[in-house]
């Protein structure tokens, strides 16, 4: 049985940039309040993201940085990809994840998980 899950449609502050004026604003789906999936430049983004205080549908980016889920996916329906995406994952174990997944993907560079602390 796979876990239930909900799409919020909803917006994130980026940034500061270059300048510690310099925002962007994204919308996209919000899983859980913690984490969302936006659209920039052709690629599929997931973020880890605080809720505003006081503001409805609104977020903050987190203090991580963000993964590429999928890329060059202009054309597509981006909630039904996440839901797809997010259906997929739910249905493989972790090592499952890192075998078929982490370790087939193209122009991936090594990446160092610090499992240690499952100890």
């Given at each position: 049985?796979?876990?239930k899950?909900?799409?919020?449609?909803?917006?994130?502050?980026?940034?500061?940039?270059?300048?510690?004026?310099?925002?962007?604003l994204?919308?996209?789906?919000?899983?859980?309040e913690?984490?969302?999936?936006?659209?920039?430049?052709?690629?599929?983004?997931?973020?880890?993201?605080?809720?505003?205080?006081?503001?409805?549908?609104?977020?903050?980016?987190?203090?991580s940085?963000?993964?590429?889920?999928a890329?060059?996916?202009?054309?597509?329906?981006?909630?039904i990809?996440?839901?797809?995406i997010?259906?997929?994952?739910?249905q493989?174990?972790?090592?499952?994840?890192?075998?078929?997944?982490?370790?087939?993907?193209?122009?991936?560079?090594?990446?160092?998980?610090?499992?240690?602390?499952?100890r």
């Amino acid at each position: 049985m796979s876990a239930k899950f909900e799409l919020e449609l909803a917006s994130m502050i980026l940034g500061p940039f270059d300048e510690e004026h310099q925002y962007e604003l994204y919308e996209g789906y919000v899983v859980n309040e913690r984490h969302i999936f936006i659209m920039d430049a052709g690629d599929l983004w997931l973020r880890q993201v605080h809720k505003a205080p006081h503001m409805e549908h609104l977020y903050i980016d987190g203090e991580s940085g963000g993964l590429i889920i999928a890329n060059e996916v202009e054309d597509m329906d981006t909630r039904i990809l996440i839901e797809t995406i997010i259906t997929e994952l739910t249905q493989i174990n972790g090592l499952q994840f890192l075998l078929d997944i982490m370790l087939w993907t193209k122009e991936r560079s090594d990446i160092n998980l610090k499992l240690e602390h499952l100890r």
